[in-house]
């Protein structure tokens, strides 16, 4: 079964609207992939290729295997991060998920509405059967908002990523069609 998520939906909520990406968001999500903290939260390294992003997200509302959408603070009418559904697991029919939140967008309940309204999106517009995630242990605020959101521990990957000389390791968490149609 091929999935289709070439439609791009604007969705609102009460404090965020999940949208496709525009031209002026650049240098927002620039700011959110260049912070510490969010480079510290996804395992990544602060190589920035400007040029490679820029590309990378102007083809992003074109991809129809995968759905990217910006998250804009309402009360501020900026990008504050993204929100992504990929890799297509045919055999589970299940998709994985990932939420980024920059500096701009913290501590507000921003990441816990965007993951729930992502939720019901997929869940209601889409034949997926479950949602997965990966998250590090020393995340437990993103840890908890999975959580609420009703994903729970599938396994644990020991020892996944090296930070700053510890070994962390990395929470896998699925949330079934079954169990969220329950809520």
Known sequence: MVLYLGHKP??????????????????????????????????????????????????????????DLAIVDQSQGLLVGEVVVNLYDEKNHSMNF?????????????????????IDYIFNNTTLNQLTLSVFDFNPRAKYVYEKAGFEIENIDK?????????????????????????
């Open 159 to 183: 020892n996944d990523l090296e930070f700053d000389g510890e070994w962390i390791d990395s929470i896998n968490m699925k949330l079934t069609k079954e169990s969220w149609l329950k809520r």
């Open 98 to 118: 990932r939420i980024l939140i920059g500096p701009r967008g913290r501590n507000r309940g921003l990441g816990t509405e965007t993951t729930q309204l992502i």
């Open 10 to 67: 604007l969705i609102e909520g009460e404090k965020i609207v999940l949208r496709p990406f525009k031209d002026e968001d650049f240098p927002f999500i620039e700011e959110c992939l260049k912070d510490p903290e969010v480079l510290k939260l996804t395992g990544s390294s602060s190589g920035f290729n400007r040029e490679s992003i820029l590309q990378w997200y102007n083809t992003r509302n074109e991809q129809t295997d995968r759905l």
